[in-house]
């Protein structure tokens, strides 16, 4: 057949066409590879929101008791940690609180600040923030930030024009580039402040004033942070390093960032656990809760802003109730702010009101907490969520602690937080709404994401 032959068959361009288009019509070969290209972002979009989740169980349930060393060197293993004995973790609730002893921590700074945070958001409380670390890196400390980029996307890099002047660094973390779009699904959801490498500070909370100011509709958010000094120190910083390297290229070493330890800070036993997803979908953070859940003889308290437990979580917490732990859950009520995964977090109350666990909806603002503590010996802390983001796609960073005197003021805590919250019945639970049912609906199919 001749060159004019198959010329005459092809589509004559019409005037107005587009070259894309003219490009498109005239070659197969576009044609092929645009299809093959739409298949594959359908697949993936398909298999993050429906794709199973790992299964975690244990292959033989713990028997040692909580506190006992048998317990340790079980649990040092399993969530790759080091176990270290000489920490002060002191419990700091509320923005007012936990804010004046962050500025005053970075205030006397002699060496090195680094903060890490998914959420660094444009206002009163930044500002002050940008202020105390443009005067300290004008003094010679060093000072590193790093923020998610989504986390943080409304701030823009002008805000930080200041402290870059005086020397100081900043980085975002995944923003989106060719190279690593990927990726872009793997966020930095931890939150970290760490001065002179000798104090941290690690929770749920970010910087951003609605952990400080309150409004008339939406009161001043309800959370908490821990300051630790001691050995621990020494992990939180090295998972800062983790982010900076992966964000700035570079591997902070040296005594500004990691010196000598001395003294005896305190008495808690703890372990840094950091989380960050595997190829195969498992997290250390998600071992962990799985793993102190499971070896529970007496009592669960958990706090949590975005319940979305997976299927093998609810399983190992109905286990506990079955054995008669007391399983309760503090978690946001109608202040939440993101309702579509209250609403699907709501999904997941049944089975366990069914096995007769204790659930409160906090009632005066929203509450941000992210915290687990386990018969009155382990407690957690940290930036972690009970949902699929935190166990399977975000980095995180949890502080487990091992002390009573610990434990028992984040339990009073608990108990003061419980008696401004509405508990859940079974049978409100059963009756809700048509409306509330279509919203779980909805947050199923986005379950995987949340």
Do not use: C
């Not at 930044?126 to 400390?141: C, F, I, P, Y």
């Amino acid at each position: 057949m001749s060159t004019q032959t198959q010329a005459s068959r092809r589509r004559k361009p019409k005037q107005g066409d587009s070259f894309f288009k003219r490009e498109f019509d005239e070659y197969k070969f576009l044609r092929i590879v645009s299809l093959i290209s739409i298949l594959a972002l359908t697949a993936l979009v398909l298999a993050g929101l429906f794709a199973p989740g790992l299964r975690y169980s244990l292959a033989t349930p713990p028997r040692a008791a909580l506190d006992s060393p048998a317990f340790l060197n079980e649990l040092e293993p399993l969530v790759d940690s080091k176990i270290t004995r000489n920490n002060d973790v002191e419990v700091i609730e509320n923005g007012e609180n936990f804010y004046t002893a962050e500025l005053d921590a970075m205030r006397h700074a002699q060496r090195s600040i680094n903060l890490e945070a998914y959420i660094f958001h444009k206002g009163r409380v930044t500002d002050e923030v940008l202020s105390v670390l443009t005067d300290r890196a004008k003094a010679g400390v060093k000072v590193n930030l790093v923020m998610d980029s989504m986390g943080s996307l409304s701030t823009r890099k002008h805000y930080f024009k200041a402290l870059k002047d005086a020397g100081g660094h900043v980085q975002w973390y995944h923003r989106l580039r060719l190279h690593n779009w990927f990726s872009e699904n793997n966020r930095t959801h931890r939150e970290i402040t760490v001065v002179d490498g000798s104090i941290a500070f690690v929770g749920g909370a970010g910087y951003a004033d609605w952990w400080r100011f309150g409004e008339k509709r939406e009161p001043r958010w309800r959370d908490t942070m821990v300051r630790v000094q001691g050995d621990a120190v020494r992990g939180i910083q090295g998972t800062f390093i983790e982010n900076w390297l992966e964000t700035a290229g570079e591997i902070l070493d040296g005594s500004d960032y990691l010196p000598q330890t001395g003294g005896e800070p305190g008495h808690a036993t703890a372990l840094v656990v950091t989380s960050t997803p595997s190829s195969g979908g498992s997290t250390r953070a998600r071992v962990l809760f799985q793993t102190l859940i499971a070896a529970a003889h007496k009592s669960i308290y958990i706090t949590t802003p975005y319940f979305l437990p997976d299927r093998s979580m609810r399983e190992e917490l109905v286990r506990a109730r079955n054995r008669g732990v007391s399983v309760q859950l503090v978690v946001p009520g109608k202040h939440a702010d993101h309702a579509l995964t209250r609403s699907s977090g709501q999904s997941a109350y049944g089975d366990l009101l069914k096995a007769d666990a204790d659930v409160f909806e906090y009632e005066p603002s929203m509450i941000h907490a992210k915290i687990m503590i386990v018969d009155g010996a382990w407690s957690v802390v940290g930036s972690a969520n009970l949902d699929n983001r935190s166990f399977g796609i975000n980095d995180e960073i949890n502080v487990a602690v091992l002390d009573p005197e610990f434990a028992a003021r984040l339990s009073d805590d608990f108990k003061q937080d419980v008696s401004r919250s509405k508990r859940v019945s079974l049978a409100d639970w059963q009756h809700r709404g048509v409306y509330e049912r279509l919203l779980e609906a909805v947050g199923w199919v986005f379950e995987r994401q949340q």
